[in-house]
């Protein structure tokens, strides 16, 4: 007879991982719920919920009858997460710390803990995605090391591939998605059936865990020293009013400008002078381009797709921002293992230091930090005027 396989679930205190433990339980595995604490929130006054959440995991536990276990990768995630997150800001950047948290904590350090420390076959957690094995399947990847690739969810409004577009390959061939065919409402009947209604009632989580309800510019400030600067007009460089530092600001947010009726919204930063400039409008021009590079792409299956290797050009899907519509694009590969992507229309407010994610179909090919934009439909215009007087000059001299 063979063993039971023993399958570690990353457990949140939420529905989703909840209801991943239950059916990995029902499916006959040998189930350890493991909570992490990755935020200290013994600094913090109400930010998050973090006792409150390990208790909800323990008795979705208890109620499984499944071993329960706490890790603290609070080090981890200061280092690898939030330490990174300043200096992106500091750079003019924003970030995305939950791809990276998914990167270096639950994908690396989680999974080396469930495999490594508990004697885990396989990890899971309950995220909304797929991959091309079946669950037997691994259970053979020490034997058979095909690359896995990592598909959409069937619930598309839940997706979260976009969040697991940086994960190492190694763990994703340990790693089961229990929730993978399943919508978000069949998830929530699945829980009250099994009486998880402790886990129902709470609300979905949404945003930065560590910001809580504070407000940004207040939680940055706590971390960085404020470098005032100028909020100054794109269109014809008038200084609108001050700010406490480019890093409190993101790409296409509105400018709260003392004394401004008008909205005005962040186009572009100056890390050097300060200066934050704003355009009037939410749609203006100089918010919406249509070239970004990234930094070396990362490739869910490791190496490139065959027709990019090939061609060093391939046309597929793109989205910096979860749950955005897809824009179809034209990836160009470069020497140094970067990307340039040219899409079919300009996107509004493109930022570097978040993740240019690929798609090919339902695949997420994986994702690139974005650290150079094309130019903007506004700068373009503008050139586009100048030429176009020089070129009436140039014949009226003739």
């Not at 080396?112 to 396989?122: F, R, S």
């Not at 009037?280 to 249509?290: G, I």
Request: net charge neutral; with cysteine; charged share 25%.
């Amino acid at each position: 007879m063979a063993l039971i396989k023993h399958v570690v679930c990353a457990m949140s205190g939420g529905v989703d991982s909840s209801v991943a433990a239950l059916l990995l339980k029902r499916r006959g595995y040998n189930v350890t719920g493991v909570f992490m604490r990755n935020w200290d929130s013994l600094d913090e006054k109400g930010v998050c919920s973090t006792e409150k959440d390990c208790e909800d995991a323990y008795r979705v536990c208890q109620s499984l009858d499944v071993p329960f276990h706490q890790m603290s990768y609070v080090k981890e995630y200061w280092h690898e997460v939030f330490s990174n997150l300043l200096k992106e800001y500091e750079r003019g950047r924003t970030p995305n710390p939950d791809i990276l948290c998914n990167k270096h904590i639950k994908f690396n350090h989680f999974h080396k803990y469930a495999i490594d420390t508990l004697g885990a076959d396989a990890m899971a957690t309950g995220h909304y995605a797929r991959t091309s094995q079946e669950d037997d399947e691994v259970f053979e990847q020490i034997r058979n090391r095909k690359s896995v690739k990592l598909y959409k969810g069937a619930d598309l409004l839940k997706d979260q591939t976009f969040f697991l577009s940086q994960i190492p390959q190694q763990a994703l061939r340990q790693t089961m998605f229990p929730l993978a065919g399943l919508t978000k409402e069949f998830v929530k009947k699945i829980a009250a059936e099994a009486g998880f209604h402790h886990v129902l009632k709470k609300k979905e989580s949404m945003g930065i865990c560590f910001i809580g309800e504070r407000n940004f510019e207040n939680f940055i400030l706590e971390y960085l020293e404020p470098k005032p600067g100028n909020f100054v007009s794109i269109e014809d460089g008038t200084v609108m009013g001050t700010h406490k530092g480019w890093f409190t600001l993101t790409l296409g947010q509105r400018a709260r400008i003392g004394g401004q009726r008008d909205a005005w919204f962040v186009v572009d930063k100056d890390i050097v002078t300060g200066d934050v400039f704003v355009a009037p409008t939410t749609n203006h021009p100089a918010l919406f381009r249509d070239t970004v590079r990234t930094e070396r792409f990362h490739w869910v299956t490791e190496d490139p797709p065959p027709e990019l290797a090939r061609t060093q050009m391939m046309d597929c899907h793109f989205r910096f921002i979860h749950q955005m519509p897809l824009v179809p694009c034209t990836v160009t590969l470069n020497m140094d293992g970067s990307v340039w992507i040219l899409l079919s229309q300009p996107v509004r407010a493109l930022t570097p230091g978040q993740f240019a994610v690929l798609y090919k179909g339902d695949e997420c090919l994986g994702s690139g930090k974005i650290t150079q934009l094309g130019p903007s439909e506004f700068t373009l215009q503008k050139e586009t005027k100048t030429e176009l007087t020089l070129l009436s000059r140039t014949f009226s001299e003739l």
